[in-house]
């Protein structure tokens, strides 16, 4: 009984691995069915293709549509104006002269004459210096001209008496030889005493310290009461010259031999000065000189404009932009600058098309002012060019136009 038992469960134990190798077959047949017929599958698209009909869509057929996206933009119309040919460039304001004041004597400074940053005029008084050292070297150089003068008197007297013995043959002719080189050596004294005298009324002068130039005085550098020293390294204070005053600016060597030329002429090419945005005109001048070489560095050369800056808008180290006027086209089509794009294949712009729309045009520039750029070719007079939001802009792009 024992040994059937035995047997039996193997038996049972391999009915039920059966069983379940049966079912999961089973499972996996239906399971495979299910897939292959449910429409949200792959093969749902992929039966249908076979079959020669349109791919389905699991997200429905509004899955790939897009609203399209409008751009507010500036437009501006093509005109046709006079253009002035202007090359930029970036400058430093230079004063036409630059003084620093110091003083010829030394002592103690007595009096200040001015206040920081007031206009003077040549010969206007800015300092005193202590005079009293300077009256005292002067009185005992004319009280030593006037001893010598004296001395110099009496020798000459005693020469004509001498003279008038020896005519006599009273005296020797060494004698009167003698007194005529003293009366020389008093002679050349009296130079040398003249001499003094003019030096201590030239110190005695210098105690004043004078406004060398016209121009408007900087800050001081001394008071009242400090003691200065004869052409000392540190100025009392510095005059600037601003009107006239003077732009140092660049040109790029490309309009080298445009510019020469005109300039060896006696031509007078404008020079307008713009703010560091370029958008205000600070003032107008006139190219007085060029550098004699370029630099080989940055390609450019150095050129020199004067302006009259009566309202006093340029100070000297400010930094401007520079457009030098070269030539004039008359009657150009042009559009703003701002409007033309770049890019690989040339300069660009968007015009504004059908159905206000943007359509990107291939454009020929000629010569630019920096605000106005003249079009050669692409564009016509009278259409409307995209000046702002072209950033955001593609051939085709929905716009809308903003008075």
Not at 93 to 117: D, Y
Not at 219 to 224: A, Q
Not at 305 to 321: G, K, M, T, W, Y
Request: hydrophobic share 40%; glycine share 8%.
């Amino acid at each position: 009984m024992a040994n059937q038992t035995q047997e039996n469960v193997p038996k049972t134990s391999k009915r039920l691995q059966l069983a379940i190798f049966v079912l999961i077959v089973i499972g996996g047949y239906y399971g495979w069915q299910y897939f292959s017929n449910d429409p949200s599958g792959d093969n749902a698209t992929t039966q249908s293709q076979g079959a020669g009909g349109p791919p389905l869509s699991r997200n429905g057929p509004g899955a790939g549509a897009r609203g399209a996206m409008v751009t507010p933009v500036r437009v501006e119309t093509v005109q046709q104006k006079d253009m002035e040919v202007r090359v930029p460039g970036l400058g430093t304001v230079t004063a036409f002269n630059t003084v620093g004041v110091r003083s010829q004597v030394s002592g103690p400074i007595v009096n200040i004459a001015f206040t920081e940053g007031q206009e003077v005029k040549q010969g206007d008084l800015l300092f005193e210096i202590d005079p009293r050292p300077f009256q005292i070297q002067l009185q005992q150089a004319q009280g030593q001209q006037a001893r010598n003068a004296a001395e110099l008197a009496n020798a000459r007297q005693d020469l004509k008496r001498y003279q008038t013995l020896f005519k006599q043959d009273s005296i020797a002719r060494q004698q009167v030889d003698t007194q005529a080189a003293l009366v020389q050596r008093l002679e050349a004294q009296a130079y040398s005493d003249k001499a003094a005298v003019d030096e201590a009324k030239l110190n005695l002068e210098y105690t004043k310290v004078l406004a060398p130039i016209d121009g408007r005085l900087g800050l001081r550098n001394v008071d009242i009461g400090n003691l200065v020293t004869a052409n000392s390294t540190d100025a009392l204070v510095s005059i600037t010259q601003v009107k006239p005053i003077s732009v140092v600016f660049s040109m790029p060597e490309i309009h080298l031999a445009e510019v020469a030329t005109q300039y060896a002429k006696g031509a007078k090419l404008e020079v307008t000065l713009m703010d560091r945005d370029n958008r205000q005109e600070l003032a107008t001048g006139e190219l007085v000189s060029m550098d004699n070489l370029v630099d080989v560095s940055t390609g450019t050369i150095k050129l020199k404009a004067n302006f009259s800056n009566e309202d006093e808008r340029l100070f000297p180290n400010q930094f401007v932009n520079t457009r030098l006027k070269i030539r004039q086209v008359p009657q150009a089509m042009v559009i703003s600058t701002d409007a033309i794009q770049n890019s690989s294949n040339g300069p660009f712009l968007f015009r504004v098309g059908k159905d206000n729309t943007a359509e990107m045009v291939p454009v020929k520039l000629g010569v630019t002012d920096g605000i106005y750029t003249q079009i050669l070719e692409g564009v016509a007079l009278g259409e409307q060019i995209i000046t702002e939001g072209v950033d955001r802009l593609r051939n085709g792009s929905k716009i809308e136009i903003i008075q």
